[in-house]
């Protein structure tokens, strides 16, 4: 049975559900380093976290992130990975509890059996079981990062990236009337985002300037917002 342990999060407002330990290895180094690395430890942490405001869309409202983090420590290193569907099925299949179930009963303790991690063919060997994409994701995030780590180079660099500043965005949920949508669409670009996607409105719609559709037309054009935007009612 997986053991019960404190943790205490950084985040004031968090709220720690679960945290477990599913498996300890007697872990080493090769004395010439390859991909491979050997996991002295696998922990989940089951986390929530207030949304500052809650999000809306047809099928539900969310107010909670909840968040299911992988820890994997090597060699006095630690590797973090997040697996982060929302609730309910608003917006997938998969919920938190799927994704906690997923990795306890299948994906780590098959890791465990054969616990030689390399991340060039994490993704191949997680492949074998069908579903629940999520926590794939955490846990192949957690090996690539421990991998970084090790390596001593970001892990952006390991897999061909550049070191750049990042498009950013934020989308807003539905809104009772256009006076509640007009304060985030017009709060978030002042933070730096640069576009916002918008939930449909009643009563509203939205005209763009000519730079916007010259530079990155989506087929969510007409639902987006962006730092110069005029709205009106019909």
Same mark, same amino acid.
């Given at each position: 049975?997986p053991?019960?342990?404190?943790?205490r999060?950084?985040?004031?407002?968090m709220?720690?559900?679960?945290?477990?330990?599913?498996?300890?290895?007697?872990g080493?180094?090769?004395?010439n380093?390859t991909?491979s690395?050997?996991?002295?430890?696998?922990?989940?942490?089951?986390?929530r976290?207030?949304?500052?405001?809650?999000?809306r869309?047809?099928?539900?409202?969310?107010?909670?992130?909840?968040a299911?983090?992988v820890?994997?420590e090597a060699?006095?290193t630690?590797?973090w /990975?997040?697996?982060?569907?929302? #609730?309910g099925? =608003?917006?997938?299949?998969e @919920?938190?509890q799927s994704?906690w179930?997923f990795? $306890?009963?299948r994906?780590?303790?098959?890791?465990?059996?054969?616990?030689?991690l390399?991340?060039?063919?994490?993704?191949e060997?997680?492949s074998n079981f069908?579903g629940?994409?999520?926590a794939k994701?955490?846990l192949e995030g957690?090996?690539w990062d421990?991998?970084?780590?090790?390596?001593?180079?970001?892990?952006?660099f390991?897999?061909?990236?550049?070191k750049r500043?990042?498009?950013s965005g934020a989308?807003?949920g539905?809104?009772?009337?256009?006076?509640?949508l007009?304060?985030?669409?017009?709060?978030f670009?002042?933070?730096? /985002?640069?576009w916002?996607?918008c #939930?449909?409105? =009643?009563?509203?719609?939205? @005209?763009?300037?000519s730079w916007?559709?010259?530079? $990155?037309?989506?087929?969510?054009?007409t639902?987006?917002f962006?730092?110069?935007?005029t709205?009106?009612?019909?």
């Open positions: 049975m053991r019960i342990l404190s943790w999060a950084k985040h004031p407002e709220t720690v559900l679960h945290c477990c330990t599913l498996g300890r290895i007697s080493f180094w090769a004395a380093r991909n690395m050997h996991p002295s430890s696998i922990r989940l942490h089951w986390v976290v207030p949304l500052w405001e809650p999000f869309i047809s099928n539900g409202e969310v107010s909670v992130k909840d299911i983090l820890q994997i060699g006095g630690t590797g /990975g997040e697996a982060s569907p929302l #609730a099925s =608003a917006y997938s299949g @919920t938190p994704t179930d990795l $306890r009963q994906l780590v303790p098959a890791l465990l059996e054969q616990p030689e390399d991340p060039l063919r994490c993704f060997r997680l069908p629940e994409p999520f994701a955490g957690a090996v421990l991998y970084a780590q090790q390596s001593g180079v970001p892990l952006w390991l897999l061909g990236g550049h500043p990042l498009a989308t807003v539905l809104m009772p009337d256009l006076s509640e007009l304060n985030p669409v017009q709060r670009p002042r933070q730096g /985002g640069m916002t996607w #939930a449909p409105c =009643a009563g509203a719609s939205a @005209t763009f300037p916007w559709t010259q530079t $990155r037309p989506t087929s969510s054009t639902q987006a962006s730092r110069n935007w709205a009106s009612t019909s």
